[in-house]
């Protein structure tokens, strides 16, 4: 494999605000190349010269000295995958098809994709609560960027995309939350379902299309138009810090109510993952995902929140097949994650 692939989430070894619920944070624009078709209806040559031109402006900017370029033709399946996986490129992204590139910062803070459902989805991304952080990152490079692309746009509509819900600023904040007591709670299904009221979505692990895995939501504004980047940035700040008090309420009255329970959830999942010698992807984020309590509690040595969500990603099937060089088959996978799990533990709680 590429090493410039691995390097792709070193991202998450970083710390954030708010790291016990928040995972991350993303901002991304969607943005075209006037009088080229969008992406589903260009011919081939288009494409190609789409990507020439974006590749050409991107690694021209200071910010891409010494960074990563992936032809999504190019690089192997798992390849693609481990970058779905570390949050780089989208389910369709990985599907591969010509003239598709995605395009990395050296420290992966900021990237572009090119040719997926517009010509370029440009977009920041932060470990913990940080919307304004990753929105003043992703709108310097929009500008940037746009003095050479001349980005398509209408003084009535705002900037032109493909899809109709992205039409204005192009721009989709999201945050991605960890929320295992208003799980057991039961609280989330009224949560999600008030979501739509205040202009936002619910998601799953991998965004659009996705599925939910071990009480992970992203959340992120569905509507662009109409409406400034700050004030979009604002709206789901306010929703998410409300999101944040609720989780970090729940959790005290989960363990006044049901200490024994909860613990005992904890540290069975924890004897799981230190001993199995099988488990599914699946599996191990569920049991991951019950040990975010007890971290709270401090339990597990030195496993904290910011390696617990590292954890999750490294068990996924892309980077399991990654790390041992080649394409893997389920079983042998269920056993390679299993000795990773158990290692890592080991050694977390080895460390002074």
Not at 269 to 279: E, Y
């Amino acid at each position: 494999m590429e090493e410039s692939v691995r390097k792709s989430d070193q991202w998450l070894d970083r710390k954030g605000p708010e790291e016990h619920i928040v995972v991350s944070s993303r901002a991304r624009y969607a943005r075209n190349l006037p009088r080229i078709p969008f992406p589903m209806r260009a011919k081939p040559e288009e494409l190609r010269q789409v990507m020439e031109q974006v590749k050409e402006a991107v690694i021209s900017s200071p910010t891409f000295d010494g960074g990563m370029v992936f032809n999504l033709a190019q690089i192997k399946p798992i390849e693609r995958n481990f970058l779905k996986e570390s949050h780089l490129i989208s389910t369709e992204m990985e599907k591969g098809a010509e003239n598709r590139l995605i395009i990395v910062s050296p420290d992966v803070k900021v990237a572009v994709m090119v040719n997926e459902e517009d010509h370029l989805r440009i977009f920041a991304l932060e470990t913990g609560l940080q919307p304004f952080e990753v929105l003043n990152r992703v709108m310097a490079l929009e500008n940037e960027l746009d003095r050479q692309l001349h980005f398509a746009f209408s003084p009535k509509y705002g900037f032109l995309t493909a899809c109709p819900t992205n039409t204005g600023t192009g721009l989709r904040i999201s945050v991605m939350l960890h929320l295992p007591a208003l799980a057991l709670a039961k609280k989330l299904p009224e949560l999600i379902k008030g979501m739509p009221q205040h202009g936002l979505t619910v998601r799953g692990f991998y965004g659009e299309n996705s599925e939910n895995l071990g009480d992970f939501f992203q959340i992120s504004n569905e509507v662009t138009l109409g409406k400034s980047e700050q004030e979009i940035a604002e709206l789901l700040s306010r929703i998410v810090e409300d999101i944040i008090e609720r989780e970090e309420q729940a959790r005290p009255l989960l363990f006044e109510k049901n200490a024994l329970v909860v613990d005992d959830e904890g540290w069975r999942a924890h004897g799981l993952l230190c001993n199995a010698r099988v488990i599914t992807s699946q599996e191990a984020v569920q049991m991951l995902s019950k040990l975010r309590l007890g971290i709270d509690r401090g339990y597990f040595g030195r496993l904290g929140h910011s390696e617990l969500n590292k954890l999750i990603v490294e068990v996924q099937p892309g980077h399991l097949q990654c790390a041992s060089g080649a394409p893997v088959g389920v079983e042998a996978r269920d056993v390679l994650r299993a000795e990773l799990l158990r290692n890592r533990l080991a050694e977390l709680a080895s460390r002074n």
